[in-house]
T-cell receptor
Framework: GAVVSQHPSWVICKSGTSVKIECRSL??????MFWYRQFPKQSLMLMAT?????????EQGVEKDKFLINHASLTLSTLTVTSAHPEDSSFYIC?????????????FGPGTRLLVL | AQSVSQHNHHVILSEAASLELGCNYS??????LFWYVQYPGQHLQLLLK??????LVKGIKGFEAEFIKSKFSFNLRKPSVQWSDTAEYFC?????????????FGTGTRLQVFP
């Protein structure tokens, strides 16, 4: 149980284009999803917290208009990197947390590797 | 602001050696503590977690961690490592408040185990 998937697993795009990444909880309802970014040989940095049916909360320094998040259903959150540039190349990971206690464990997706040329 | 530090960036061990990975956090209030593992090419998996109660927590695959509040530490241990334990290990903390459940990750420790 508690499986989270991401699609696509990798994407290469031209500078200036927008890229959408999907995060799905396959066997549970995720009231909250999180989006992280991981640079090579570095830790995961939280970008934003996404709650179903409400606006996402972006971390300080993360542009909300650049990294658009939509959590339209209890099993799907999307991250759209708008007008992507080479510096946006990174590994993007989502996690999902089920309903109930706030301290419920986060389950992580396999990540999406983005390369912007 | 909360922060998590993992002192060992890269650890190399032979099979059957004992392992201890350090994790310290900076936050004075109630904390929830986690260790995650990322095997090569795979996603993050939860090894163990501490919310309250017995400060010695046992996780999967023979791992355990001890929460020492006075030292703000949550070190990960395994008495005898295996080649299959080769992976990246991340310590993570959240503030434990009902208003937030954001995880703050350490920089990770890369463990290589040689047969």
């Amino acid at each position: 149980g508690a499986v989270v998937s991401q699609h696509p697993s990798w994407v290469i795009c031209k500078s200036g284009t927008s890229v959408k990444i999907e995060c799905r909880s396959l066997d549970f309802q995720a009231t909250t999803m999180f989006w992280y970014r991981q640079f090579p040989k570095q830790s995961l940095m939280l970008m934003a917290t996404s709650n179903e049916g409400s606006k996402a909360t972006h971390e300080q320094g993360v542009e909300k208009d650049k990294f658009l998040i939509n959590h339209a259903s209890l099993t799907l959150s999307t991250l759209t990197v708008t007008s992507a540039h080479p510096e946006d190349s990174s590994f993007y990971i989502c996690s999902a947390r089920g309903p109930g206690r706030v301290r419920e464990t986060q389950y992580f997706g396999p990540g999406t590797r983005l390369l912007v040329l | 602001a909360q922060s998590v530090s993992q002192h060992n960036h890269h650890v190399i061990l032979s099979e059957a050696a004992s392992l201890e990975l350090g994790c310290n956090y900076s936050y004075g209030g109630t904390v929830n503590l986690f260790w995650y593992v990322q095997y090569p090419g795979q996603h993050l998996q939860l090894l163990l977690k501490y919310f309250s109660g017995d400060p010695l927590v046992k996780g999967i695959k023979g791992f355990e961690a001890e929460f020492i509040k006075s030292k703000f530490s949550f070190n990960l241990r395994k008495p005898s490592v295996q080649w299959s334990d080769t992976a990246e290990y991340f310590c993570a903390v959240n503030a434990g408040s009902y208003n937030t459940d954001k995880l703050i990750f350490g920089t990770g420790t890369r463990l290589q185990v040689f047969p």
